[in-house]
């Protein structure tokens, strides 16, 4: 299929400004640039209640934001522990404020979206460390959210979903928390993949090779290996013990062929799971439907899949 008509617009207008090369930019610089490019979000949906916590982690405190769908019944509803993405250097519960919305309500979960921290100032493994206390801490306290401990997501977007996927592996190797089901959009699954998509998508078409080597050099210190699981989680030696999955990609994504490649393992491994290809779109469009039409399809499709995960 062709690239989306509203997002070659979005490209051919990004192009306009004629940016920087990702390698150049600062980390300011970075954060900035991804905070203005969502806030093409559009409106941002009107849920239940927004309620600001900090969780009290071993190493530092977490703060989170706790969404809640609107119509929410009254007994416990199933949580989403949702990591937004940003390279691991980049994005924030406000960054990702609106994308939570469209998910808590299409989910029907109680999403608590995680400020965990970044790097350079955090580099790798802090972020880990942060995603699984705030899990733990969420699967010990399930009255106190008004949450089901049997239905428990773990999620994130982009490098979030690297960090979902990781945590997640990391609940299933140790036996604990249990976890639902786990939701990965659009996720970074190998640090040294040389796909088809990352060779052809590799520059215009938003997310582009240099922003990645750009944010794995900031993440990782210069003697971590990129072939560690705990970076590229598609490269796990065992993925029997995961929970049921749902996968996310966008066609014209560099990241689309190691996304599908993360499913096809987990189907191998006799894991439950559902995998779609957003046809048309690139990464993060999900983020940006006031530009991006479709964006409304696709947080319907995944609160579909993931409500039937959750049956």
């Known amino acids: 299929m062709p690239l989306d008509p509203h997002a070659k617009r979005l490209l051919e207008r990004l192009a306009a400004t004629n940016p920087p090369s990702a390698r ?15 806030a093409f979000a559009g409106l941002r949906e009107e849920v239940e209640c927004v309620e600001n916590r900090t969780l009290p982690a071993r ?10 769908p609107t119509g929410a019944p009254r007994e416990p509803l199933p949580a989403l522990i949702y990591f937004h993405g940003g390279g691991l250097v980049a994005g924030s519960l406000d960054s990702h404020d609106a994308i939570c919305r469209s998910l808590t309500n299409a989910s029907a979960c109680r999403l608590i979206s995680v400020d965990y921290r970044l790097a350079p100032e955090h580099p790798f493994p802090t972020a880990l460390a942060d995603g699984y206390a705030a899990l733990a801490w969420v699967a010990a306290h399930p009255r106190e959210l008004g949450i089901d401990a049997d239905r428990i997501v773990l999620g994130g977007d982009s490098a979030g979903a690297t960090l979902a996927a990781v945590v997640c592996q990391m609940a299933a190797t140790a036996g604990r928390p249990r976890l639902a089901a786990q939701l990965l959009i659009c996720p ?19 997310l582009d090779q240099a922003t990645l080597d750009h944010d794995l050099a900031h993440y990782l210190a210069p003697d971590v290996d990129r072939t560690d699981a705990r970076v590229s989680p598609l490269r796990a030696a065992q993925l ?72």
């Open 59 to 68: 190493e530092a405190p977490l703060p989170v934001r706790v969404y809640t």
């Open 24 to 38: 150049s930019l600062t980390i300011g610089a970075r954060r900035s640039a991804l905070q203005q490019l969502l």
């Open 188 to 206: 970074i699954m190998d640090a040294c993949a040389v796909t088809d998509s990352r060779r052809a998508f590799a520059e215009g078409h938003l």
């Open 240 to 311: 029997q013990r995961l929970p049921p999955t749902c996968i996310h990609t966008a066609e014209f994504d560099p990241l689309r062929d190691e996304g599908a490649a993360y499913a096809e393992r987990l189907r191998l491994a006799g894991v439950k799971s559902t995998y779609r290809c957003h046809s048309g779109m690139i990464h993060l469009f999900y983020g940006m439907g006031r530009l991006i039409p479709y964006a409304a399809t696709a947080y319907r499709l995944i609160g579909e899949d993931l409500r039937s995960l959750l049956a």
